[in-house]
């Protein structure tokens, strides 16, 4: 069974910064892709940025590019999101997400969503 566990989250004031650990396990394959996204109460859901696991290629969605980077671990199992100049209108559930159609253009997922999905770990950004 296919488990995500996202942690990391917190409080941080305006230009601060977090770094998000998503640990994955329950499968074998090293084929995978992974998302960080976010959600607001009463808003749809954001497609933050994602992460190859085969060549660690990555997309970002233009709000966060330059502030945020995700990257994965040494354990190969753990994917970090880490988030700098943290702004008030980065605040929201943050949640980690796994794919195994790797062949998509990354992009794709920011609107299309995963396949699996772990539970979301609060990201407040105080002004």
């Known amino acids: 069974e296919v488990q995500l566990q996202a942690s990391g989250g917190g409080l941080v004031q305006a230009g601060g910064s977090l770094r998000l650990s998503c640990v994955v396990s329950?499968?074998?394959?090293?084929?995978?892709?992974i998302g960080w996204y976010r959600q607001v109460p009463g808003k749809e859901r954001e497609g933050v940025s994602v992460i190859r696991r085969s060549d660690a290629i990555t997309d970002y969605m233009d709000s966060v590019k330059g502030r945020f980077t995700v990257s994965i671990g040494s354990a190969k199992n753990t994917v970090y999101l880490e988030m700098n100049s943290l702004k008030p209108e980065d605040t929201a559930v943050y949640y980690c997400?796994?794919?195994?159609?790797?062949?998509?253009?990354?992009?794709?997922?920011?609107?299309?969503?995963?396949?699996?999905w772990g539970k979301g770990t609060q990201v407040t950004v105080s002004s």
């Open positions: 329950g499968f074998i394959y090293d084929d995978y892709v």
């Open positions: 997400a796994l794919d195994f159609n790797s062949r998509l253009p990354l992009h794709a997922f920011h609107n299309l969503g995963m396949t699996y």
